[in-house]
């Protein structure tokens, strides 16, 4: 069986000698600037963790496909930089920010092609699977995106509502991502299913950890300023939950949805809402409830990963999985 070194290495590997081509440089280097500013490979990763489970080696056939998952989520978050102004991502300035935004749409219009072209080069007898499960992960990560713009314009949003747009935005790339490493490797049509599930419960606790490192969190390990929800008033797991908890309240329910729609100009402004907003986060407890409800999705994944019929030593790279990517936010 691969170990996690060996997928650390051809992690590596892969992510130094990725190239695209050299012309016109505007349009291509900020692909190479994005994959250069890092990240954790979380999705590649798990494309070849999943493939580990049922092969002794690395080949053509998942390297190029696993390669295509970071290059997608690249164009995904290029765009999204864009959407919500953000001035940083990993630490360093986003593309729109340190070139400007006709770039970063056209850089990430090339990404998603050359996503889709790494794609093409699974093997024959299961590219047409591929291709499917990728292209309707990429319409649902799309849907997502437009469900998340969607409920800036209202107050409101239920906790269902909610959780089908992380769903759709970021839980069904890691979904995708399990699935393919499976595919590739030629395991069951019962064991793809069960790492789809294992992915997906790991997409949403993944994404409940993420808003509750944007507001709790340290600047200097997440990559980019903390408060950003709080400062453009989105919503997330955070807001969702306290309007649960104060839908009892109308006075206090208002009272926060005032507070937390002001609108901060200077540092000093930026300063004082992230602070008053985490406080009522803090008093209702829902900093703790976010800790739990990312325990209770990887309890989920790692039940779904049981149904995959593993020994204990593959089912142990799936539970170390995910530990390291959840585990930031315990």
């Known amino acids: 069986m691969i170990n996690e070194k060996s997928i650390d290495e051809a992690i590596l590997r892969m992510f130094s000698g990725i190239s695209f081509p050299n012309e016109p440089a505007g349009l291509y280097d900020p692909l190479r600037y994005m994959i250069s500013i890092g990240g954790k490979r979380i999705r590649p990763r798990l494309c070849l963790t999943a493939w580990a489970l049922f092969r002794d080696a690395f080949t053509d056939e998942v390297i190029e496909p696993a390669m295509a998952l970071e290059v997608f989520h690249s164009f995904t978050l290029m765009h999204d930089d864009i959407m919500d102004r953000s001035p940083l991502r990993r630490g360093q300035p986003t593309v729109w920010n340190k070139w400007n935004e ?24 299961v590219l047409d699977s591929v291709l499917k499960l990728f292209s309707d992960t ?18 409101e949003v239920s906790m269902e509502e909610y959780s089908r747009m992380i769903g759709l935005k970021t839980a069904v ?9 499976a595919l590739l490797a ?9 790492l789809y599930d294992y992915g997906w419960q790991l997409g949403m606790a ?21 408060g ?14 306290t309007c649960e908890a104060l839908s009892g309240d109308s006075k206090a329910l208002a009272d926060f949805h005032r507070r937390f729609a002001v609108q901060a100009g200077s540092d000093s402004e930026k300063k004082a809402k992230i602070k008053d907003i985490k406080e009522i986060y803090i008093k209702l407890g829902v900093d703790a409830a976010a800790r739990e ?24 790279l799936l539970r170390s999985f995910a530990d390291k990517l959840v585990g930031r936010a315990s």
């Open 186 to 194: 030629g395991a069951s049509e019962e064991q793809c299913s069960a």
């Open 138 to 155: 990429a319409s649902g990560v799309c849907e997502g995106q437009q469900l998340d713009m969607e409920f800036e314009n209202v107050q």
């Open 206 to 226: 993944f994404q409940v950890a993420d808003d509750l490192l944007d507001a709790f969190g340290d600047e200097k390990v997440f990559g980019k300023p903390i």
């Open 102 to 125: 006709d770039t970063a749409i056209l850089s990430g219009d090339v990404m998603l092609i050359d996503a889709y072209k790494r794609i093409a080069k699974a093997p024959a007898g």
């Open 228 to 241: 950003g929800d709080i400062l453009n008033c989105k919503k997330s797991w955070l807001t969702v939950r």
């Open 293 to 316: 409800e990312v325990a209770r999705f990887t309890a989920l994944a790692l039940e779904a990963a049981g149904r995959a019929g593993l020994d204990a030593e593959r089912f142990e």
């Open 173 to 181: 790339l890691l979904a995708c991502s399990a699935k393919m490493g």
